[in-house]
């Protein structure tokens, strides 16, 4: 056996994956498995709605030590958004599901989707209210026996997660996306020269975004300086500026100095309370996005959902094989898988960022989520394969690898034709 096979046999057996009866594909990587747990979650559900077949995908990426709310928000989130569509389609649709009444209801439907999101992540933070309406009168007493008595509850709200998801009606050929924070989802196309288009259905909601920099910094008075720290995150903390959760920026500061520093120390991280004066900080309103997949058909259309960890280790990648040049833009880790699932002239490209060679259908008809993110961690480069899989044999963060890779989940879904 081949020193490229066994590194190979090793990475699929460290990715979490499954293939799911509606066509897609998922995989999830995190090989420091005796240091961290991954935070990530994602899940694919088949639907029928008003007599129609919907098929969802959603992921959630969780910030530092933020398990709980992923796991929560995956779990319960994705049935209310279920239920979100049927009412629209039972209410403002009066039952129709003809693709012409879809369509130009579309924005509406987009609108109600992105409200259920809000409503999910408000009633996060109203129990915290429920319980604790007037944090700045706790005594530190008083304060260890409300965590002690409510930890889940306090928990929950204090983590935070991003949350991406998709809402395909194969009957009627349409989609639409909703995301916060910065997980990714668009739809590759194949086009007429055999070369794939990358087309994202998101917004990335980060202070690099100028908009949301410019949103966020308007939204605060111009003395607090703290907003944008020095490397670009929120706060000097957070790197995304919409999330579930994260009441630790949303709530008066009053919450972290009076309950929530009274969680177990492994658990808490945040910034100072003192720079925190005009809260919420982070936005729950999420952005949306809607598709007609009609047009798509003859294309070879395949929906790609990833959480950050794809872009952290492609931008890695770029950084060891191409030292000391300076780019103009941020890795378009859509734009890569895209490539990878390409012709010979866009993979050419994506080794050309990467740095290493790759190989397409080395995984014969096995996962083709795990097959992108092989390719993604190595290629056919057995060295750089073996890099990442033997931090699994890591037991301490004093031997912390100089390749970091982030908890990386990828989701792939295959249109069906009609």
């Not at 420091?32 to 129609?52: F, M």
């Not at 996962?367 to 056919?380: D, H, M, S």
């Amino acid at each position: 056996m081949s020193r490229l096979t066994i590194a190979r046999e090793e990475f699929v057996r460290l990715c979490h994956s499954g293939q799911d009866p509606t066509g897609a594909h998922t995989a999830t990587f995190q090989p420091l498995v005796q240091l961290r747990i991954n935070e990530d979650r994602c899940t694919v559900h088949s639907w029928s709605i008003a007599g129609q077949e919907w098929v969802f995908l959603g992921l959630c990426d969780g910030h530092t030590d933020c398990e709980l709310i992923s796991e929560h928000t995956i779990t319960h989130l994705p049935d209310r958004l279920r239920q979100c569509i049927d009412d629209f389609i039972q209410g403002e649709l009066h039952g129709a599901t003809d693709r012409d009444t879809l369509l130009s209801h579309a924005k509406l439907l987009s609108a109600a989707l992105g409200r259920e999101v809000q409503a999910f992540d408000e009633e996060i933070g109203a129990k915290i209210k429920e319980i604790c309406p007037e944090p700045e009168k706790l005594t530190e007493e008083q304060g260890k026996i409300l965590l002690e008595e409510n930890i889940d509850i306090i928990r929950l709200a204090y983590q935070g997660c991003t949350f991406v998801a998709a809402f395909i009606n194969v009957t009627s050929q349409c989609m639409w996306t909703v995301n916060l924070g910065d997980s990714s989802v668009g739809i590759s196309t194949r086009m007429e020269n055999g070369r794939r288009k990358w087309k994202p259905l998101y917004k990335v909601h980060a202070m690099t975004t100028p908009d949301e920099y410019f949103r966020v910094s308007l939204h605060h008075p111009s003395s607090e300086q703290d907003i944008i720290g020095a490397d670009g995150r929120l706060l000097g903390f957070l790197g995304m500026t919409r999330a579930i959760g994260d009441y630790r920026l949303k709530f008066p500061a009053a919450y972290i100095t009076h309950l929530f520093r009274f969680l177990p120390a492994d658990e808490i991280s945040h910034p100072d309370p003192a720079i925190l004066k005009t809260p919420p900080y982070v936005s729950n309103r999420p952005s949306t996005r809607f598709i007609d997949l009609q047009p798509l058909q003859d294309k070879d259309p395949i929906v790609l959902m990833f959480s950050d960890g794809v872009d952290c280790a492609a931008a890695q990648y770029r950084k060891l094989s191409h030292p000391g040049v300076e780019y103009e833009r941020f890795v378009d880790a859509g734009e890569l898988l895209s490539q990878l699932l390409g012709n010979e002239d866009d993979r050419a490209e994506a080794e050309a960022l990467l740095g290493h060679p790759v190989e397409q259908g080395w995984l014969g008809a096995g996962n083709r989520a795990v097959e992108l993110l092989g390719n993604v961690f190595g290629g056919t480069d057995a060295g750089r394969i073996e890099d990442v899989n033997r931090q699994a044999n890591v037991t301490s963060w004093d031997d912390k690898p100089s390749f970091y890779v982030d908890d990386t989940t990828l989701i792939a879904y295959p249109l069906p034709g009609r």
